[in-house]
């Protein structure tokens, strides 16, 4: 509750059934200028409390979620107009073995919902009802039959045996085989193989006419009940894609019933946020970075021209691509980094306020994360007291800078949970989660059991014994509490700076990190560089630099997100990659790694070129015995800048086109005549 909004903090102890800490409460509310008042039944007989607080006109925030829909109601019927937010004190805090000791939670938790959220971007799918239907034989005729009062309907055939034509053909059906398909919800493309109509004089099976391959139809759903091999990844991610086994009635009925349902306008959350100008995975057909092409589940994301293309309209929202992104390119929306990560100070700082110590961070999801919260609490002994939950829409979204940033504001340790059988898109966490402990490792902030992990379970009282080691703050180790100002990577450098300050004066000033970390140093090997400067066009975050004034590379470290890029464009193949963290102060300053001396023209003394790239471009012409350098004047040509060289070449009478020059014809007369010179002799 750092934005100082005046509101209105209610919170009830359910009928005393959870002990309220007022003195902890209260600290954590007046850090933001909140106002604590406290019930014990707010939901019924002391809902006037709730009424009144609404009449005041501050922000409201009530600290219950099971009666959210009885007070959302009551504020409407109230016309009340203040912000209205919920928390979940009781199941998160409250309904625990170790109640009494959550007060710091309990105020740790109004300070995170305090935190206002951004509207969510959404993305708009049109569908007018224009259905493909994949079967194998009568039965996706029979499914056609029941939809085709409700939607524009073709049926294609891809089995082998004999179908009977009905009776009225009140919908197209052909036969064929969907080789793929691409697009969404209202815009798909089927490619059709063996493409064939039927004869409409068909009489006990259908007769069909000739085939041909590369047939397209464009429709808005596609309702497959083959059984066989899906046209997308993750087909069940894909929306307006239904799938069905055709041998699974229930299956079946339920595919009916969604298809019936996917006609008009719809509005989807746009999930991830993309800058192409920040993207680092190629450049003059060079290929750099593919983090988030490796790790997309729905294959919503493409390569481009210069960077790679994200269909919003694909997006299934699992927020891979975000988490693993080293530029920023890519963020994710739902909700923005900087809601995700002032709620996360909030609570931190809040809870070390209330007095709490050594807090873990639990991270969770709404579908997985919060039913099992929900029976530990109601059917074991709740969360310990220092463990402190934040709701994300996607454990998988969590990026690097938010879990480094968890430690730098106090977390003594860091728990992401996760279903027992990982979901799609859940390898950028876990590799997130192996930097971050790299990092803690390097710093001498590792302890035992690991302070970054992931809890990847279905059984609550699993969840309750995995959370039971505690975990304390190093001595020394004084939590940050910077703001989360711009960019992710500019709060993961804060946060990584902040750690590196907690880990004190022993810490070492350079940490390996394991392969593809988004930061790390370019080791130019500076006996081969010609200093072309090839690497400072492509680099796409400024790490490799030249100097406008004379032939120089420079390398700026702190900017460096191990793409790529340079490696790959380098002529000489001098460039390798090193990941590691460099917490010296030349990691944030530009170091020259080359420098020469400009060539100076022999025509004139500007200064182009440089002499090791000049020397170089000589010895191969020598070495390959090009013929419009084999006369030392001309070779004395490329000493020369572009002004004296036109004026040299002109002056000199040379031709590039002329080529070397002829020999002189030799008829039979002068080699005979040879000949006999060579017998005399």
């Not at 007018?128 to 239907?133: F, I």
């Not at 930097?435 to 992931?454: K, M, N, Q």
Request: charged share 20%; aromatic share 4%.
């Amino acid at each position: 509750m750092s934005h100082g909004d005046g509101r209105i903090c209610l919170v009830c102890s359910c009928e005393d059934t959870m002990p309220l800490d007022g003195k902890a409460l209260a600290r954590g509310c007046a850090r933001g200028g909140a106002e604590l008042r406290t019930a014990e039944q707010l939901c019924r007989a002391q809902l006037d409390r709730f009424l009144s607080a609404l009449g005041e006109g501050r922000p409201v925030t009530v600290a219950c979620t099971q009666e959210a829909p009885l007070f959302t109601q009551e504020a409407e019927a109230a016309a009340a107009e203040v912000p209205l937010t919920f928390v979940n004190i009781r199941e998160h805090a409250g309904w625990a073995k170790e109640a009494r000791q959550a007060g710091p939670k309990m105020a740790a938790l109004l300070a995170a919902a305090a935190v206002p959220a951004e509207a969510t971007p959404l993305v708009p799918l049109k569908s007018e009802g224009v259905t493909l239907v994949l079967g194998r034989d009568e039965a996706a005729i029979a499914t056609a039959e029941r939809l085709k009062d409700k939607l524009d309907l073709t049926v294609l055939l891809t089995g082998t045996e004999p179908v009977t034509p009905p009776r009225s053909a009140e919908f197209p059906i052909l036969r064929g085989r969907a080789r793929s398909a691409t697009g969404w919800l209202g815009n798909f493309e089927v490619v059709v193989d063996g493409y064939a109509a039927p004869s409409p004089s068909s009489r006990a099976e259908y007769r069909w006419g000739s085939a041909r391959d590369g047939a397209r139809s464009r429709c808005d759903i596609i309702l497959d009940l083959t059984g066989g091999t899906p046209l997308f990844p993750t087909a069940e991610l894909r929306q307006g894609y239904l799938r069905a086994d055709p041998a699974d009635a229930a299956a079946v009925e339920r595919a009916i019933s969604r298809a019936a349902d996917l006609v008009g306008e719809f509005d989807k959350p746009r999930f991830v946020n993309f800058e192409a100008g920040l993207c680092a995975h190629s450049r003059n057909r060079r290929t750099g970075c593919t983090r988030c092409l490796d790790l997309c589940p729905t294959g919503a994301i493409t390569p481009g021209k210069d960077s790679v293309q994200i269909a919003a309209e694909i997006c299934a929202g699992c927020g891979a691509c975000a988490a693993v992104c080293p530029t920023g390119a890519a963020t994710y929306a739902l909700p923005p980094p900087a809601t995700t990560l002032n709620r996360l100070r909030a609570l931190l700082l809040a809870y070390a306020e209330a007095g709490g110590r050594d807090p873990v961070l639990l991270l969770h999801d709404d579908a997985h994360g919060e039913p099992l919260l929900d029976a530990l609490a109601r059917h074991g002994d709740g969360l310990p007291a220092r463990v402190l939950p934040l709701k994300v829409n996607e454990v998988s979204q969590l990026d690097l800078a938010t879990l480094s940033a968890a430690f730098a504001w106090g977390a003594a340790g860091l728990r992401v949970l996760m279903p027992a059988h990982r979901k799609h898109g859940t390898e950028g966490i876990f590799r997130n989660l192996d930097y971050v402990g790299a990092a803690l490792d390097g710093l001498g902030l590792a302890a035992s059991p690991p302070r970054a992990t992931a809890i990847e379970t279905d059984d609550p009282f699993a969840l309750g014994e995995a959370l039971t080691p505690a975990l304390s703050l190093r001595a020394g180790w004084k939590p940050d509490s910077f703001l989360p100002l711009g960019a992710p990577r500019e709060v993961l450098r804060n946060a990584l700076r902040g750690l590196h300050a907690a880990a004190g004066s022993a810490a070492p000033q350079v940490v390996p990190m394991p392969e593809k970390a988004p930061f790390g140093q370019a080791h130019v090997a500076t006996q081969g560089c010609t200093l072309c400067l090839a690497c400072t066009m492509v680099c796409p975050t400024g790490a490799f630099s030249a100097n406008p004034e004379k032939p120089q590379l420079r390398f700026l470290e702190d900017a460096c997100v191990q793409c790529g890029l340079c490696a790959a464009t380098c002529p000489e193949k001098v460039i390798t990659l090193h990941p590691r963290l460099n917490f010296a102060d030349t990691a944030t300053q530009p170091v020259v790694v080359k420098e020469e001396e400009p060539f100076l023209c022999t025509g004139c003394g500007k200064p182009f070129g440089t002499r090791s790239s000049i020397e170089r471009v000589k010895a191969k012409l020598i070495a390959g015995g090009h013929w419009m350098f084999t006369d030392p004047k001309r070779l004395a040509v490329l000493e020369m800048c572009e002004d004296c060289r036109v004026a040299a070449v002109t002056a000199g009478g040379v031709d590039p086109y002329a080529g070397p020059a002829r020999p002189a014809v030799r008829t039979t007369e002068d080699y005979l005549t040879g000949a006999d010179k060579a017998d005399q002799e």
